[in-house]
């Protein structure tokens, strides 16, 4: 397992994951765990989602124009960052 350590993290943040932990009665590193976690998984599911579209947009239709999709691919990763 990796560790992190974050400098520099505003004030307000930490007292409002430290408040979360405690409504949801883990400690502060499980709510940040989970949190990271969280933020990752729908990341990941925003671009299964948005490839999906693009499968569906492109379809599978004779003559239908091909799609580049190493292009599509670079530029929905140089959207997300």
């Known amino acids: 397992m990796g560790e992190l350590k974050v400098r520099q993290l505003d004030d307000r943040i930490t007292a409002e994951l430290k408040a979360r932990a405690a409504g949801r009665?883990?400690?502060l590193e499980?709510?940040?765990r989970s949190t990271?976690?969280?933020s990752v998984a729908m990341r990941?599911?925003?671009i299964l989602r948005r490839a999906a579209a693009i499968r569906a947009?492109?379809?599978n239709k004779p003559g239908a124009p091909r799609l580049d999709s190493a292009r599509l691919i670079?530029?929905?990763r140089d959207a997300w960052g």
């Open 30 to 32: 499980e709510e940040v």
């Open 74 to 76: 670079r530029k929905e």
């Open 44 to 46: 990941r599911e925003a």
């Open 25 to 27: 009665g883990v400690s």
């Open 57 to 59: 947009a492109a379809g």
């Open 36 to 38: 990271l976690a969280a």
